[in-house]
């Protein structure tokens, strides 16, 4: 679905990405774990294109998208998230889905701004798709609530639904899980779960390493910038220098 070939990425001199190669497979979830400042979520910034590439080429779906601007990327279904929740906290939940959602800017925009009343007719469609996706992920009663007001996990499912506006067909999940109570990492496993098994195709930075074993097949584990090792998350625990990188890092 998705092959990357020796992607690098400097930063000043710094390596952050330094010659990766990786291959997502359709319908899976595929994990990406490392140390603190492995690189991973530069990784994925590259791969989304919200950070180009020092060099190395990016196929999706067979085509070429290196040189293609993030939003391009993301019409043809190559959507992230980001590590560090990005809602609008003045905008109510329904309107940070409304200007997630694709060619919804400009006049829609101001529209989300002015409220609901002043959306076009042509954005009923949207809206139906994103109360869809509210009740789907169980924050219909959240419609109206400023997004600065939820819960660390609430903002998480805001940010997963925001993506999903964009109809992906592969997404970048950063750390979905960080700063969520424990009681809702299990919930948005599920929500995870299903969307694969629908057809979605995932590729997610996680610490949590049950959760990993839980939903990642297959794993990639980076450190200072390289792959170190891919697999099973059973058959990486057995390889003692991935063990060592990875707790010690
Ligand atoms: N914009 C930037 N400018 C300079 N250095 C950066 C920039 N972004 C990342 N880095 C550096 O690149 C390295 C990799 O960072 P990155 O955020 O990709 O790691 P990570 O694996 O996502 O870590 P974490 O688990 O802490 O999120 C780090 O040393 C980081 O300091
Ligand atoms: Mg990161």
């Given at each position: 679905?998705?092959?990357?070939?020796?992607?690098?990425?400097?930063?000043?001199?710094?390596?952050?990405?330094?010659?990766?190669?990786?291959?997502?497979?359709?319908?899976?979830?595929?994990?990406?774990?490392?140390?603190?400042?492995?690189?991973?979520?530069?990784?994925?910034?590259?791969?989304?294109?919200?950070?180009?590439?020092?060099?190395?080429?990016?196929?999706?779906?067979?085509?070429?998208?290196?040189?293609?601007?993030?939003?391009?990327?993301?019409?043809?279904?190559?959507?992230?998230?980001?590590?560090?929740?990005?809602?609008?906290?003045?905008?109510?939940?329904?309107?940070?889905?409304?200007?997630?959602?694709?060619?919804?800017?400009?006049?829609?925009?101001?529209?989300?701004?002015?409220?609901?009343?002043?959306?076009?007719?042509?954005?009923?469609?949207?809206?139906?798709?994103?109360?869809?996706?509210?009740?789907?992920?169980?924050?219909?009663?959240?419609?109206s609530d400023?997004?600065?007001?939820?819960?660390?996990?609430?903002?998480?499912?805001?940010?997963?639904?925001?993506?999903?506006?964009?109809?992906?067909?592969?997404?970048?999940?950063?750390?979905?899980?960080?700063?969520?109570?424990?009681?809702?990492?299990?919930?948005?496993?599920?929500?995870?779960?299903?969307?694969?098994?629908?057809?979605?195709?995932?590729?997610?930075?996680?610490?949590?390493?049950?959760?990993?074993?839980?939903?990642?097949?297959?794993?990639?584990?980076?450190?200072?910038?390289?792959?170190?090792?891919?697999?099973?998350?059973?058959?990486?625990?057995k390889q003692?220098?991935?063990?060592?990188?990875?707790?010690?890092?």
């Amino acid at each position: 679905m998705l092959a990357a070939r020796d992607i690098h990425r400097h930063f000043e001199g710094m390596h952050a990405v330094d010659g990766v190669s990786i291959e997502v497979m359709p319908e899976r979830i595929t994990g990406l774990i490392g140390p603190n400042g492995a690189g991973k979520s530069t990784l994925l910034a590259v791969l989304a294109g919200t950070l180009p590439a020092s060099s190395g080429t990016i196929v999706f779906q067979g085509e070429d998208i290196t040189r293609l601007p993030a939003y391009q990327r993301a019409r043809r279904g190559l959507v992230r998230t980001f590590q560090l929740p990005s809602e609008f906290a003045q905008l109510t939940v329904l309107e940070n889905l409304m200007v997630a959602a694709p060619d919804n800017r400009g006049e829609s925009l101001l529209g989300a701004l002015l409220g609901k009343r002043y959306w076009m007719p042509d954005e009923t469609r949207l809206v139906a798709q994103a109360r869809g996706l509210l009740k789907r992920f169980g924050m219909n009663a959240k419609e109206s609530d400023y997004a600065g007001t939820l819960s660390g996990g609430q903002k998480r499912l805001v940010e997963i639904m925001r993506a999903l506006m964009l109809r992906p067909k592969l997404l970048l999940l950063d750390e979905p899980m960080s700063g969520v109570h424990p009681s809702i990492v299990d919930e948005i496993a599920g929500y995870l779960e299903t969307l694969r098994d629908e057809g979605l195709t995932i590729l997610m930075v996680e610490h949590e390493l049950h959760m990993v074993d839980r939903l990642c097949d297959p794993v990639v584990v980076m450190a200072q910038g390289k792959v170190i090792g891919q697999g099973g998350m059973a058959a990486l625990r057995k390889q003692p220098e991935i063990v060592e990188a990875y707790l010690v890092g």
